[in-house]
């Protein structure tokens, strides 16, 4: 089993910053993806971005040039700074971590979601 624990939401003023983590414990292997989702009012959920066990990144365009995801593999986590935040960035996030545990299974987990409202 892997737990995801997510923190860093919160409400924050246009053109402001906030930083996301989540942090995965329990039987991990190696963890080959790390990827944010985020779910708005009234949409589907889509992916923000995702890093590789390589350091390898990929944004959509909305958020390229604003975001920037990070791992510390250390410590099993990936961060998403978000700068430069609008109104429409406003959604509860998820984090994703695809991997393998110590049993040589394939894991595919989900944080619990953290709520980010950009507004004046």
């Known amino acids: 089993q892997v737990q995801l624990v997510e923190s860093g939401g919160g409400l924050v003023q246009p053109g402001g910053s906030l930083r996301l983590s989540c942090a995965a414990s329990?039987?991990?292997?190696?963890?080959?993806?790390m990827g944010w989702y985020r779910r708005a009012p009234g949409k589907e959920r889509e992916l923000v971005g995702r890093?590789?066990?390589?350091?390898?990144?990929n944004y959509i365009d909305s958020v390229k040039g604003r975001f920037t995801i990070y791992r510390d593999n250390t410590k099993n986590t990936v961060y998403l700074q978000m700068n430069s935040l609008k109104p429409e960035d406003t959604a509860v996030y998820y984090c994703?971590?695809?991997?393998?545990?110590?049993?040589?299974?394939?894991?595919?987990?989900w944080g619990q979601g953290t709520q980010v409202t950009v507004s004046s």
């Open positions: 994703n971590f695809i991997g393998t545990g110590w049993a040589l299974d394939r894991f595919d987990y």
């Open positions: 329990g039987s991990i292997f190696s963890i080959n993806v």
């Open positions: 890093i590789t066990s390589s350091g390898s990144t």
